[in-house]
């Protein structure tokens, strides 16, 4: 009997909550570790957990005849269901290997590998060594010369030696055509009203305290060439007529020449995308004009920058590298090239006194005056592990997991730190609050025009919002509750 080339894929539900996200996202892990598999003629079934309700039933009944399972996870909810799958796998009597990737067991992987239900850990890139591992199970043989992965057998755990990171333009097209209903991963969003996400590139030059990139990718960043990325975009185009595209690179713009050139591209092959992506705030005031014109011109919507605090000495302790000048002057860059630029702030970090979150808001409120609007996102901190900022967590009294299971129930989401309550948690929302009615987004101004209810509220929001902002006054918040009584009358009405 010949073995079956069969291998499942789980990109396991990324919330607990019961409803789904707002945006669909295609699994980019499972399409790129897929991709070699596809095109060495692997039968995969590729499984999003985050879309299918049957998603269990699913799994178990396509690993009946598969070669192995591999579970795709980020520390959070993911792991909680990727244990679950493991354990209904095993319950139905299978005997697969189960093979975990992504950024969670690649910074954990013999924490991870010591779990009864993971075989083998893939550290890192995953499409080399999954192909590798497949073939030697296809073949009958033992996986366990694998480079790349760790393992624990018989009580001891082996790191078999590193893969070197390879160059990403050799692996296949991503597989979007072979996703259960790859329409339904098309977002009416901001970039445009049939958006995909889409991964140009892998791993990150810097080196920030909190961030997992360091830790799997050693600050090395492979990119996909300006061809490549045209030619992909031709692809989404065609198959799935998108208009729009979310870049899901950590960091996008790390080479101005590759930026400018695949923007070049897309105007000449007049490709009429939307498309927006992440950029570090000290790149932007340093690109050419040309640069900025080709960008604009090809639908650059918005320069997506990690900015992460206002104060000086948490953005020196976080090494990001950026000074709070850099952030405005990103701001002013991107204003100046009628491009917007959106920020993500996180306030919460162990040990950041309260004057230092006083810097962030008054940076959040200062690139809010020069863009015209409050366009940013704030984050409470969440610890995930192997960097300095987790040890610090940990310092200060943050349970820290001791296995994968204990992960399962480790809530990233801010509530579970000892030095976050939920009084500061509320107090901050408020903040951000006044800024968003303050300085009210095309967004803010949009949804107000759907109905006259939301027209009077969003107009009383602002007219509070702005003379607080004015006067730096955020006691007696009586508005604030109030107001949010009337917001949901509005959504409801
Ligand atoms: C999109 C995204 C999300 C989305 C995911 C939605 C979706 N359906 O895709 C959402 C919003 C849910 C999300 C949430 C969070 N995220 Co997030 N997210 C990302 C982001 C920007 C892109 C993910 C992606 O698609 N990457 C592209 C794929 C192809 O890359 P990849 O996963 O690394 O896959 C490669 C390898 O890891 C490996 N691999 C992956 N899976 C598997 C499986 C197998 C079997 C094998 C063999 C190999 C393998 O092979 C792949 C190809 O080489 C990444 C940053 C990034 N650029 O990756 C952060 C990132 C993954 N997120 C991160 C974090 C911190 C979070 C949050 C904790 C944030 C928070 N404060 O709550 C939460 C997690 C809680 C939760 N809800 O799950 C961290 C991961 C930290 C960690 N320790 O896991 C990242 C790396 C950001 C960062 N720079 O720190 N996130
Ligand atoms: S710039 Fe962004 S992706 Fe790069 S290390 Fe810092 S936080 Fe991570």
Redesign the pocket.
């Given at each position: 009997m010949s073995t079956p080339k069969k291998v499942v894929?789980l990109?396991p539900r990324?919330?607990f909550g019961k409803g789904y996200?707002p945006w669909t996202?295609a699994?980019?892990?499972l399409l790129?570790?897929s991709a070699p598999l596809f095109a060495e003629g692997y039968d995969v079934a590729l499984i999003d957990a985050?879309v299918e309700p049957r998603w269990l039933d699913l799994l178990v009944e396509s690993c009946r005849d598969s070669l192995l399972l591999?579970?795709?996870c980020?520390?959070?909810?993911?792991i909680h269901f990727g244990l679950e799958a493991a354990r209904a796998v095993r319950a139905a009597g299978m005997k697969l290997p189960i093979?975990?990737?992504?950024?969670?067991p690649?910074?954990l992987p013999e924490q991870t590998s010591r779990n009864q239900h993971a075989d083998a850990v893939?550290r890192?890139?995953?499409?080399p060594?999954?192909l590798e591992l497949a073939g030697k199970l296809s073949q009958g043989e033992d996986f366990t010369d694998v480079d790349g992965i760790t393992f624990t057998r018989g009580g001891e755990t082996v790191s078999n030696p590193d893969r070197p990171v390879a160059d990403i333009n050799q692996f296949p097209r991503l597989p979007y055509e072979k996703l259960r209903s790859p329409r339904q991963y098309l977002n009416n969003m901001h970039v445009g009203s049939r958006s995909i996400?889409y991964?140009s590139s892998?791993g990150c030059p810097a080196r920030c305290q909190f961030?997992?990139?360091p830790l799997?990718y050693g600050r090395r960043w492979k990119a996909y060439t300006p061809d490549r990325v045209l030619s992909d975009l031709e692809f989404l185009q065609s198959f799935l007529d998108v208009n729009g595209v979310m870049y899901?690179?950590?960091t996008y713009f790390v080479n101005e020449w590759r930026a400018r050139e695949i923007s070049k591209g897309m105007i000449e092959h007049r490709m009429r995308l939307g498309w927006a992506a992440n950029a570090r705030a000290p790149q932007l005031d340093k690109f050419s004009q040309e640069t900025f014109t080709a960008l604009k011109q090809s639908g650059l919507w918005a320069f997506l920058v990690g900015a992460e605090s206002g104060s000086e000495s948490q953005l020196e302790a976080m090494q990001k590298d950026i000074g709070p000048e850099d952030i405005i002057a990103a701001a002013r860059a991107a204003t100046r090239h009628g491009i917007k630029i959106t920020y993500s702030f996180i306030v919460g970090f162990p040990g950041e006194t309260e004057a230092e979150i006083e810097q962030t808001w008054r940076v959040m409120e200062k690139v809010s005056k020069i863009v015209g609007e409050y366009n940013s996102q704030l984050?409470f901190y969440?610890p995930?592990?192997g960097n300095a900022l987790y040890e610090k967590a940990a310092g200060l009294g943050m349970r820290q997991p001791q296995s994968l299971e204990e992960w399962a129930s480790f809530n990233?989401?801010a509530g579970s730190l000892p030095w976050m309550s939920k009084g500061f948690q509320n107090h901050q929302r408020q903040r951000e609050f006044y800024l968003v009615y303050g300085y009210p987004s095309e967004w803010v101004r949009r949804r107000a025009s759907c109905s006259r209810m939301r027209r009077a509220y969003v107009s009383a929001a602002s007219v509070i919002s702005a003379a607080r902002c004015r006067r730096q006054f955020w006691g007696f918040p009586l508005d604030w509750w109030l107001l949010k009584g009337m917001r949901s009358a509005a959504n409801t009405g």
């Open positions: 894929l990109y990324n919330h996200h996202w699994p980019l892990p790129t570790v985050n591999g579970v795709s980020m520390t959070g909810p993911q093979v975990w990737g992504g950024y969670h690649s910074i893939v890192g890139q995953g499409e060594t999954m996400n991964v892998q961030c997992a990139e799997v899901f690179d950590s984050h969440a995930t592990p990233t989401v």
